[in-house]
């Protein structure tokens, strides 16, 4: 157990990582001249594992466990966590992904309860049938908070649209009638299940000394006394290549119609390491010299009134699934989408455009040299190199050695525009 | 870190330079605060910003705008409004990376940038004191659109009407990106001529973070043009609110979820330093945060709302508490809304609640020069209420508030607007 540094190329960060003898991976970033220390205590388990084997015994719960189990945590036989997280004078959050669930702090002082804390109140569960009970009525509020917001349902009705089968598919959140299904003892299993610290990451930056954290985490973990892991098998279902579905309108009380066109690609095997970061990185880099606001396509659409501020686009590739997305109001849904389609087919057989390309490089060095001076971005961006399985400065090492022509390769293997999906918002006559 | 503070470079002509040098962050950070007067004008100063990025001489459309902050490494240039008090402040923010974590081609970045940041702004495109017509009316459909949109987003809808609602005919009421009706009068003319006034009259504060020397940093501020100018317009003091009785407002709109919010008007009169902070205490221990009041009874005691929080305006006076529930618990909701008033008018303040509230507030400060847009933000903030104090102070003075502070400004405190946004069929 020993603290390996990760070089940082050009930036001079001080970064150590260690794998605990509990697998737990430990990354531990020091910034000495700040005052704040962020810490993030992370599972490889998010809405999407509602399907898996332990033992042999194949468990369905569900949808919304994961995202419950988050909430739940926070509640001990002796009171709520964030009191005593507030107590310490630190601040604390968690947040439920299609495959990841986090928890953080951050505070500038006494951060040693706080860290002991974190690792306590995720590892050590106390969930009860009054506290579940109690959680149905929030959670039913944050569901309908989000039901109320016009580009979540786009973007949600897209999904249901491009996948058939994966859960994907499902509101993170769950539903009304699936987290009304959910009680104690689920939670139990789901937490057994996937909170070993084998499938976790933790990540800290802040002040603190590198070895004084890997010797309290280990101290802790030693003190909590965890039970070797049982291995999991998530099963995810078969997935058509093609969209569920082409097309899905919903009226609602909105000012303008909102359009989103989506692209189902082959799921990355696996979408980690080196090679499928480097194949993400190259799509979006792909997808802003299409679409970005210095493109002639933006300046194309924008003058003309097609797309204005509110466009945007997106892609995801994670466990089971891979999408890019395209969005945004729009009076004209149909010119819209037609447009939009034309200049991909436009990039796909005339390629990109190089100028942009290397002023996208630019563009992106900056951005990264500016993201590493906050320290909670910092903690993300190491806790998201553990997911994907690589070092958190990769990225510009890549950026470094794209070649156009991956570029270009890129575009035309994410976008089939033989096959998508559109998801119309619009208005309701009032 | 006890020299972590603001140094005023330059204070003259109605132009303010605030720097701090530190080698703690990898990119430079300058904030420009043009101080204006919130009045119905605020539509021609949205206006005004939107064309801003759209084009200047030399760069005259959108894209070579973008196109040249990719070439000054991803540099951003963005502009907004932010309402304080009755201030409408035109807020220029201007990012990049620092040269030395760049390649050597990088250097004179940051001049390169802040000039085209001026150019932005004192040099439109367009001709004889208009922008080119075609782009002033597009940005007019925007905006337009934007202002129709604000019904699609629920909170921001309720939080509009609400204001509207309880200063109806004072300038608070108003949205500070403008209103329709006069955006359908606004002319071309009009938006150039009013950002032609702000810059000639609207003083400015300039916060500078980052690895930098005050002296030549103020020497290229210096050459900006849109620095120049009488600066000799200064908004004043906030207009005091005259409290009427208390009154529930109810409205419809189609929606999952109601939204109730409360207007609690603050008598700021003569308030002394340690009141003012009383009175940000008081509102961080009702709705600051998940050991907050609110949070704690109507969200983890009651189950009726995901969210429950407070705001407070300390320039205006105004604590506002917000929160997303079934329209059915609507009277519960209220009822534990004024237990919690009460209880805090009254001192029962359990001593848990008030160390965790005052942990997180000291702890939050205590992390704020981490950040250079919060450090920026809390020394205006103290300058624009006229308080004068080392930032660094303000952790030790949070630390020796007591209950009794809290219940000593307590009776400051009213309760004027109840607002409920419903839909018709809850």
Known sequence: MKLEPI?????????????????????????????????????????????????????????????????????????????????????????????????????????????????????????????VAKEQGIIAQEINMYQDHPDYRLFTNLLGALYA???????????????????????????????????????????????????????????????????????????????????IAELRTVSRPRVAIGFKAAAQEPPTGAESLRSNVAFAIAMELA?????????????????????????????????????????????????????IEGCQTKGLDSGGFARARN???????????????????????????????????????????????????????????????LPAAS | MSSFEFETVRDQGGVRVHCLPTSKFKALHLRFFFHSRLDATATELTLAQALAKRGCEGYPDLRSVT?????????????????????????????????????????????????????????????GGQYRPELFEQERTNLRRQLEGLRDDKDAWAHDRFLKSMFSGEPYGLYEYGDLERLQAVTNRDVRARLEHLLEHAPVDIYVVGDIEPKAIADQLSALRCLRGAKDEEPGPPIVHRPGPETTIIEETEAEQARLLIGCPIDMTNLSDRELFALHFYNTLLGGGMFSKLFRS??????????????????????????????????????????????????????????????????????????????????????????QMPLAELPALFRSLEPKDLVAVAPRVGLETIYLLRSPSQ
């Open chain 1, 7 to 131: 070089a940082s190329p050009m930036l001079s960060e001080d970064v150590w990582r260690a794998k605990l003898p509990s697998g737990l991976e430990l990354t531990v970033g020091r910034k000495a001249d700040h005052a704040r220390s962020f810490g993030i205590l992370s599972t490889e388990y998010g809405s999407i594992d509602g399907d898996f084997r332990v033992n042999g015994t194949e468990h369905r719960v569900p949808d919304g466990v994961a995202h419950f189990l988050e909430h739940k945590l926070f509640e001990k036989e002796d009171g709520d966590v964030s009191d005593r997280f507030h107590q310490l004078g630190a601040d604390t959050n968690a947040a439920t992904s299609y495959t990841t669930t986090s928890y953080l702090f951050s505070c500038s002082d006494r951060f040693e309860p706080c860290l002991d804390l974190l690792i306590d109140f995720v590892l050590v569960p106390h969930f009860t049938e009054e506290g």
């Open chain 1, 165 to 247: 089968e994966h859960p994907v598919r499902v509101d993170i959140a769950g539903t009304l009638e699936s987290i009304a299904k959910i009680d104690a003892e689920t939670l139990y299993t789901c937490h057994r299940t996937f909170y070993h610290p084998s499938n976790m990451a933790l990540v800290v930056v802040g002040p603190k000394d590198p070895e004084a954290v890997l010797e309290q985490v280990a101290a802790r973990l030693e003190y909590l006394a965890i039970p070797d892991a049982t291995p999991v098998e998530r099963v995810l279902p078969n997935e058509p290549l093609a969209v569920a579905r082409h097309e």
């Open chain 1, 291 to 343: 679409f970005g606001r210095s493109s002639p396509a933006h300046h194309d659409l924008y003058e003309r009134g097609i797309i204005d501020e509110s466009f945007s686009f997106s892609q995801a590739s994670e466990r089971g699934f891979a999408f890019a997305a395209l969005g945004g109001e729009t009076e004209e849904p149909e010119t819209f989408q037609k447009e939009l389609l034309s200049v």
């Open chain 1, 363 to 425: 563009r992106y060095l900056g951005a990264y040299v500016r993201s590493f001076d906050s320290v909670e971005a910092c903690a993300h961006t190491y806790l998201n190199a553990f997911h994907r399985k690589v070092s958190p400065f990769s990225v510009y090492e890549i950026v470094d050695s794209l070649e156009l022509g991956e570029v270009e390769q890129a575009l035309r293997d994410r976008i089939d525009l033989s096959d998508y999906a559109v998801s119309e918002i």
């Open chain 2, 67 to 127: 196109i040249r902050l990719e070439e000054l490494y991803g540099s951003s240039i963005s502009l907004n409004l932010a309402k304080s008090g009755e201030r409408n402040l035109f807020v220029g923010r201007v990012v990049c990376a620092a040269e030395k974590y760049l390649p050597s081609d990088a250097a004179g970045l940051v001049a390169e940038l802040l000039e085209f940041f001026d150019r932005l702004l004192t040099r439109p495109s367009g001709e």
């Open chain 2, 298 to 387: 109507i969200r983890e005691k009651a189950s009726l709302a995901y969210s429950a929080h407070s705001s407070l305006d300390s320039l205006k006076g105004l604590l506002t508490i917000s929160t997303g529930i079934d329209a059915a618990s609507f009277e519960p909701a209220l009822a534990l809304i004024r237990q919690q008033l009460s209880d805090l008018a009254e001192g029962r303040i359990e001593e848990e609640e008030f160390r965790a509230a005052k942990e997180t507030v000291v702890g939050r400060l205590a992390s704020l020069p981490d950040s250079p847009g919060g450090w920026t933000h809390q020394h205006l903030e103290l300058a624009l209420a006229g308080r």
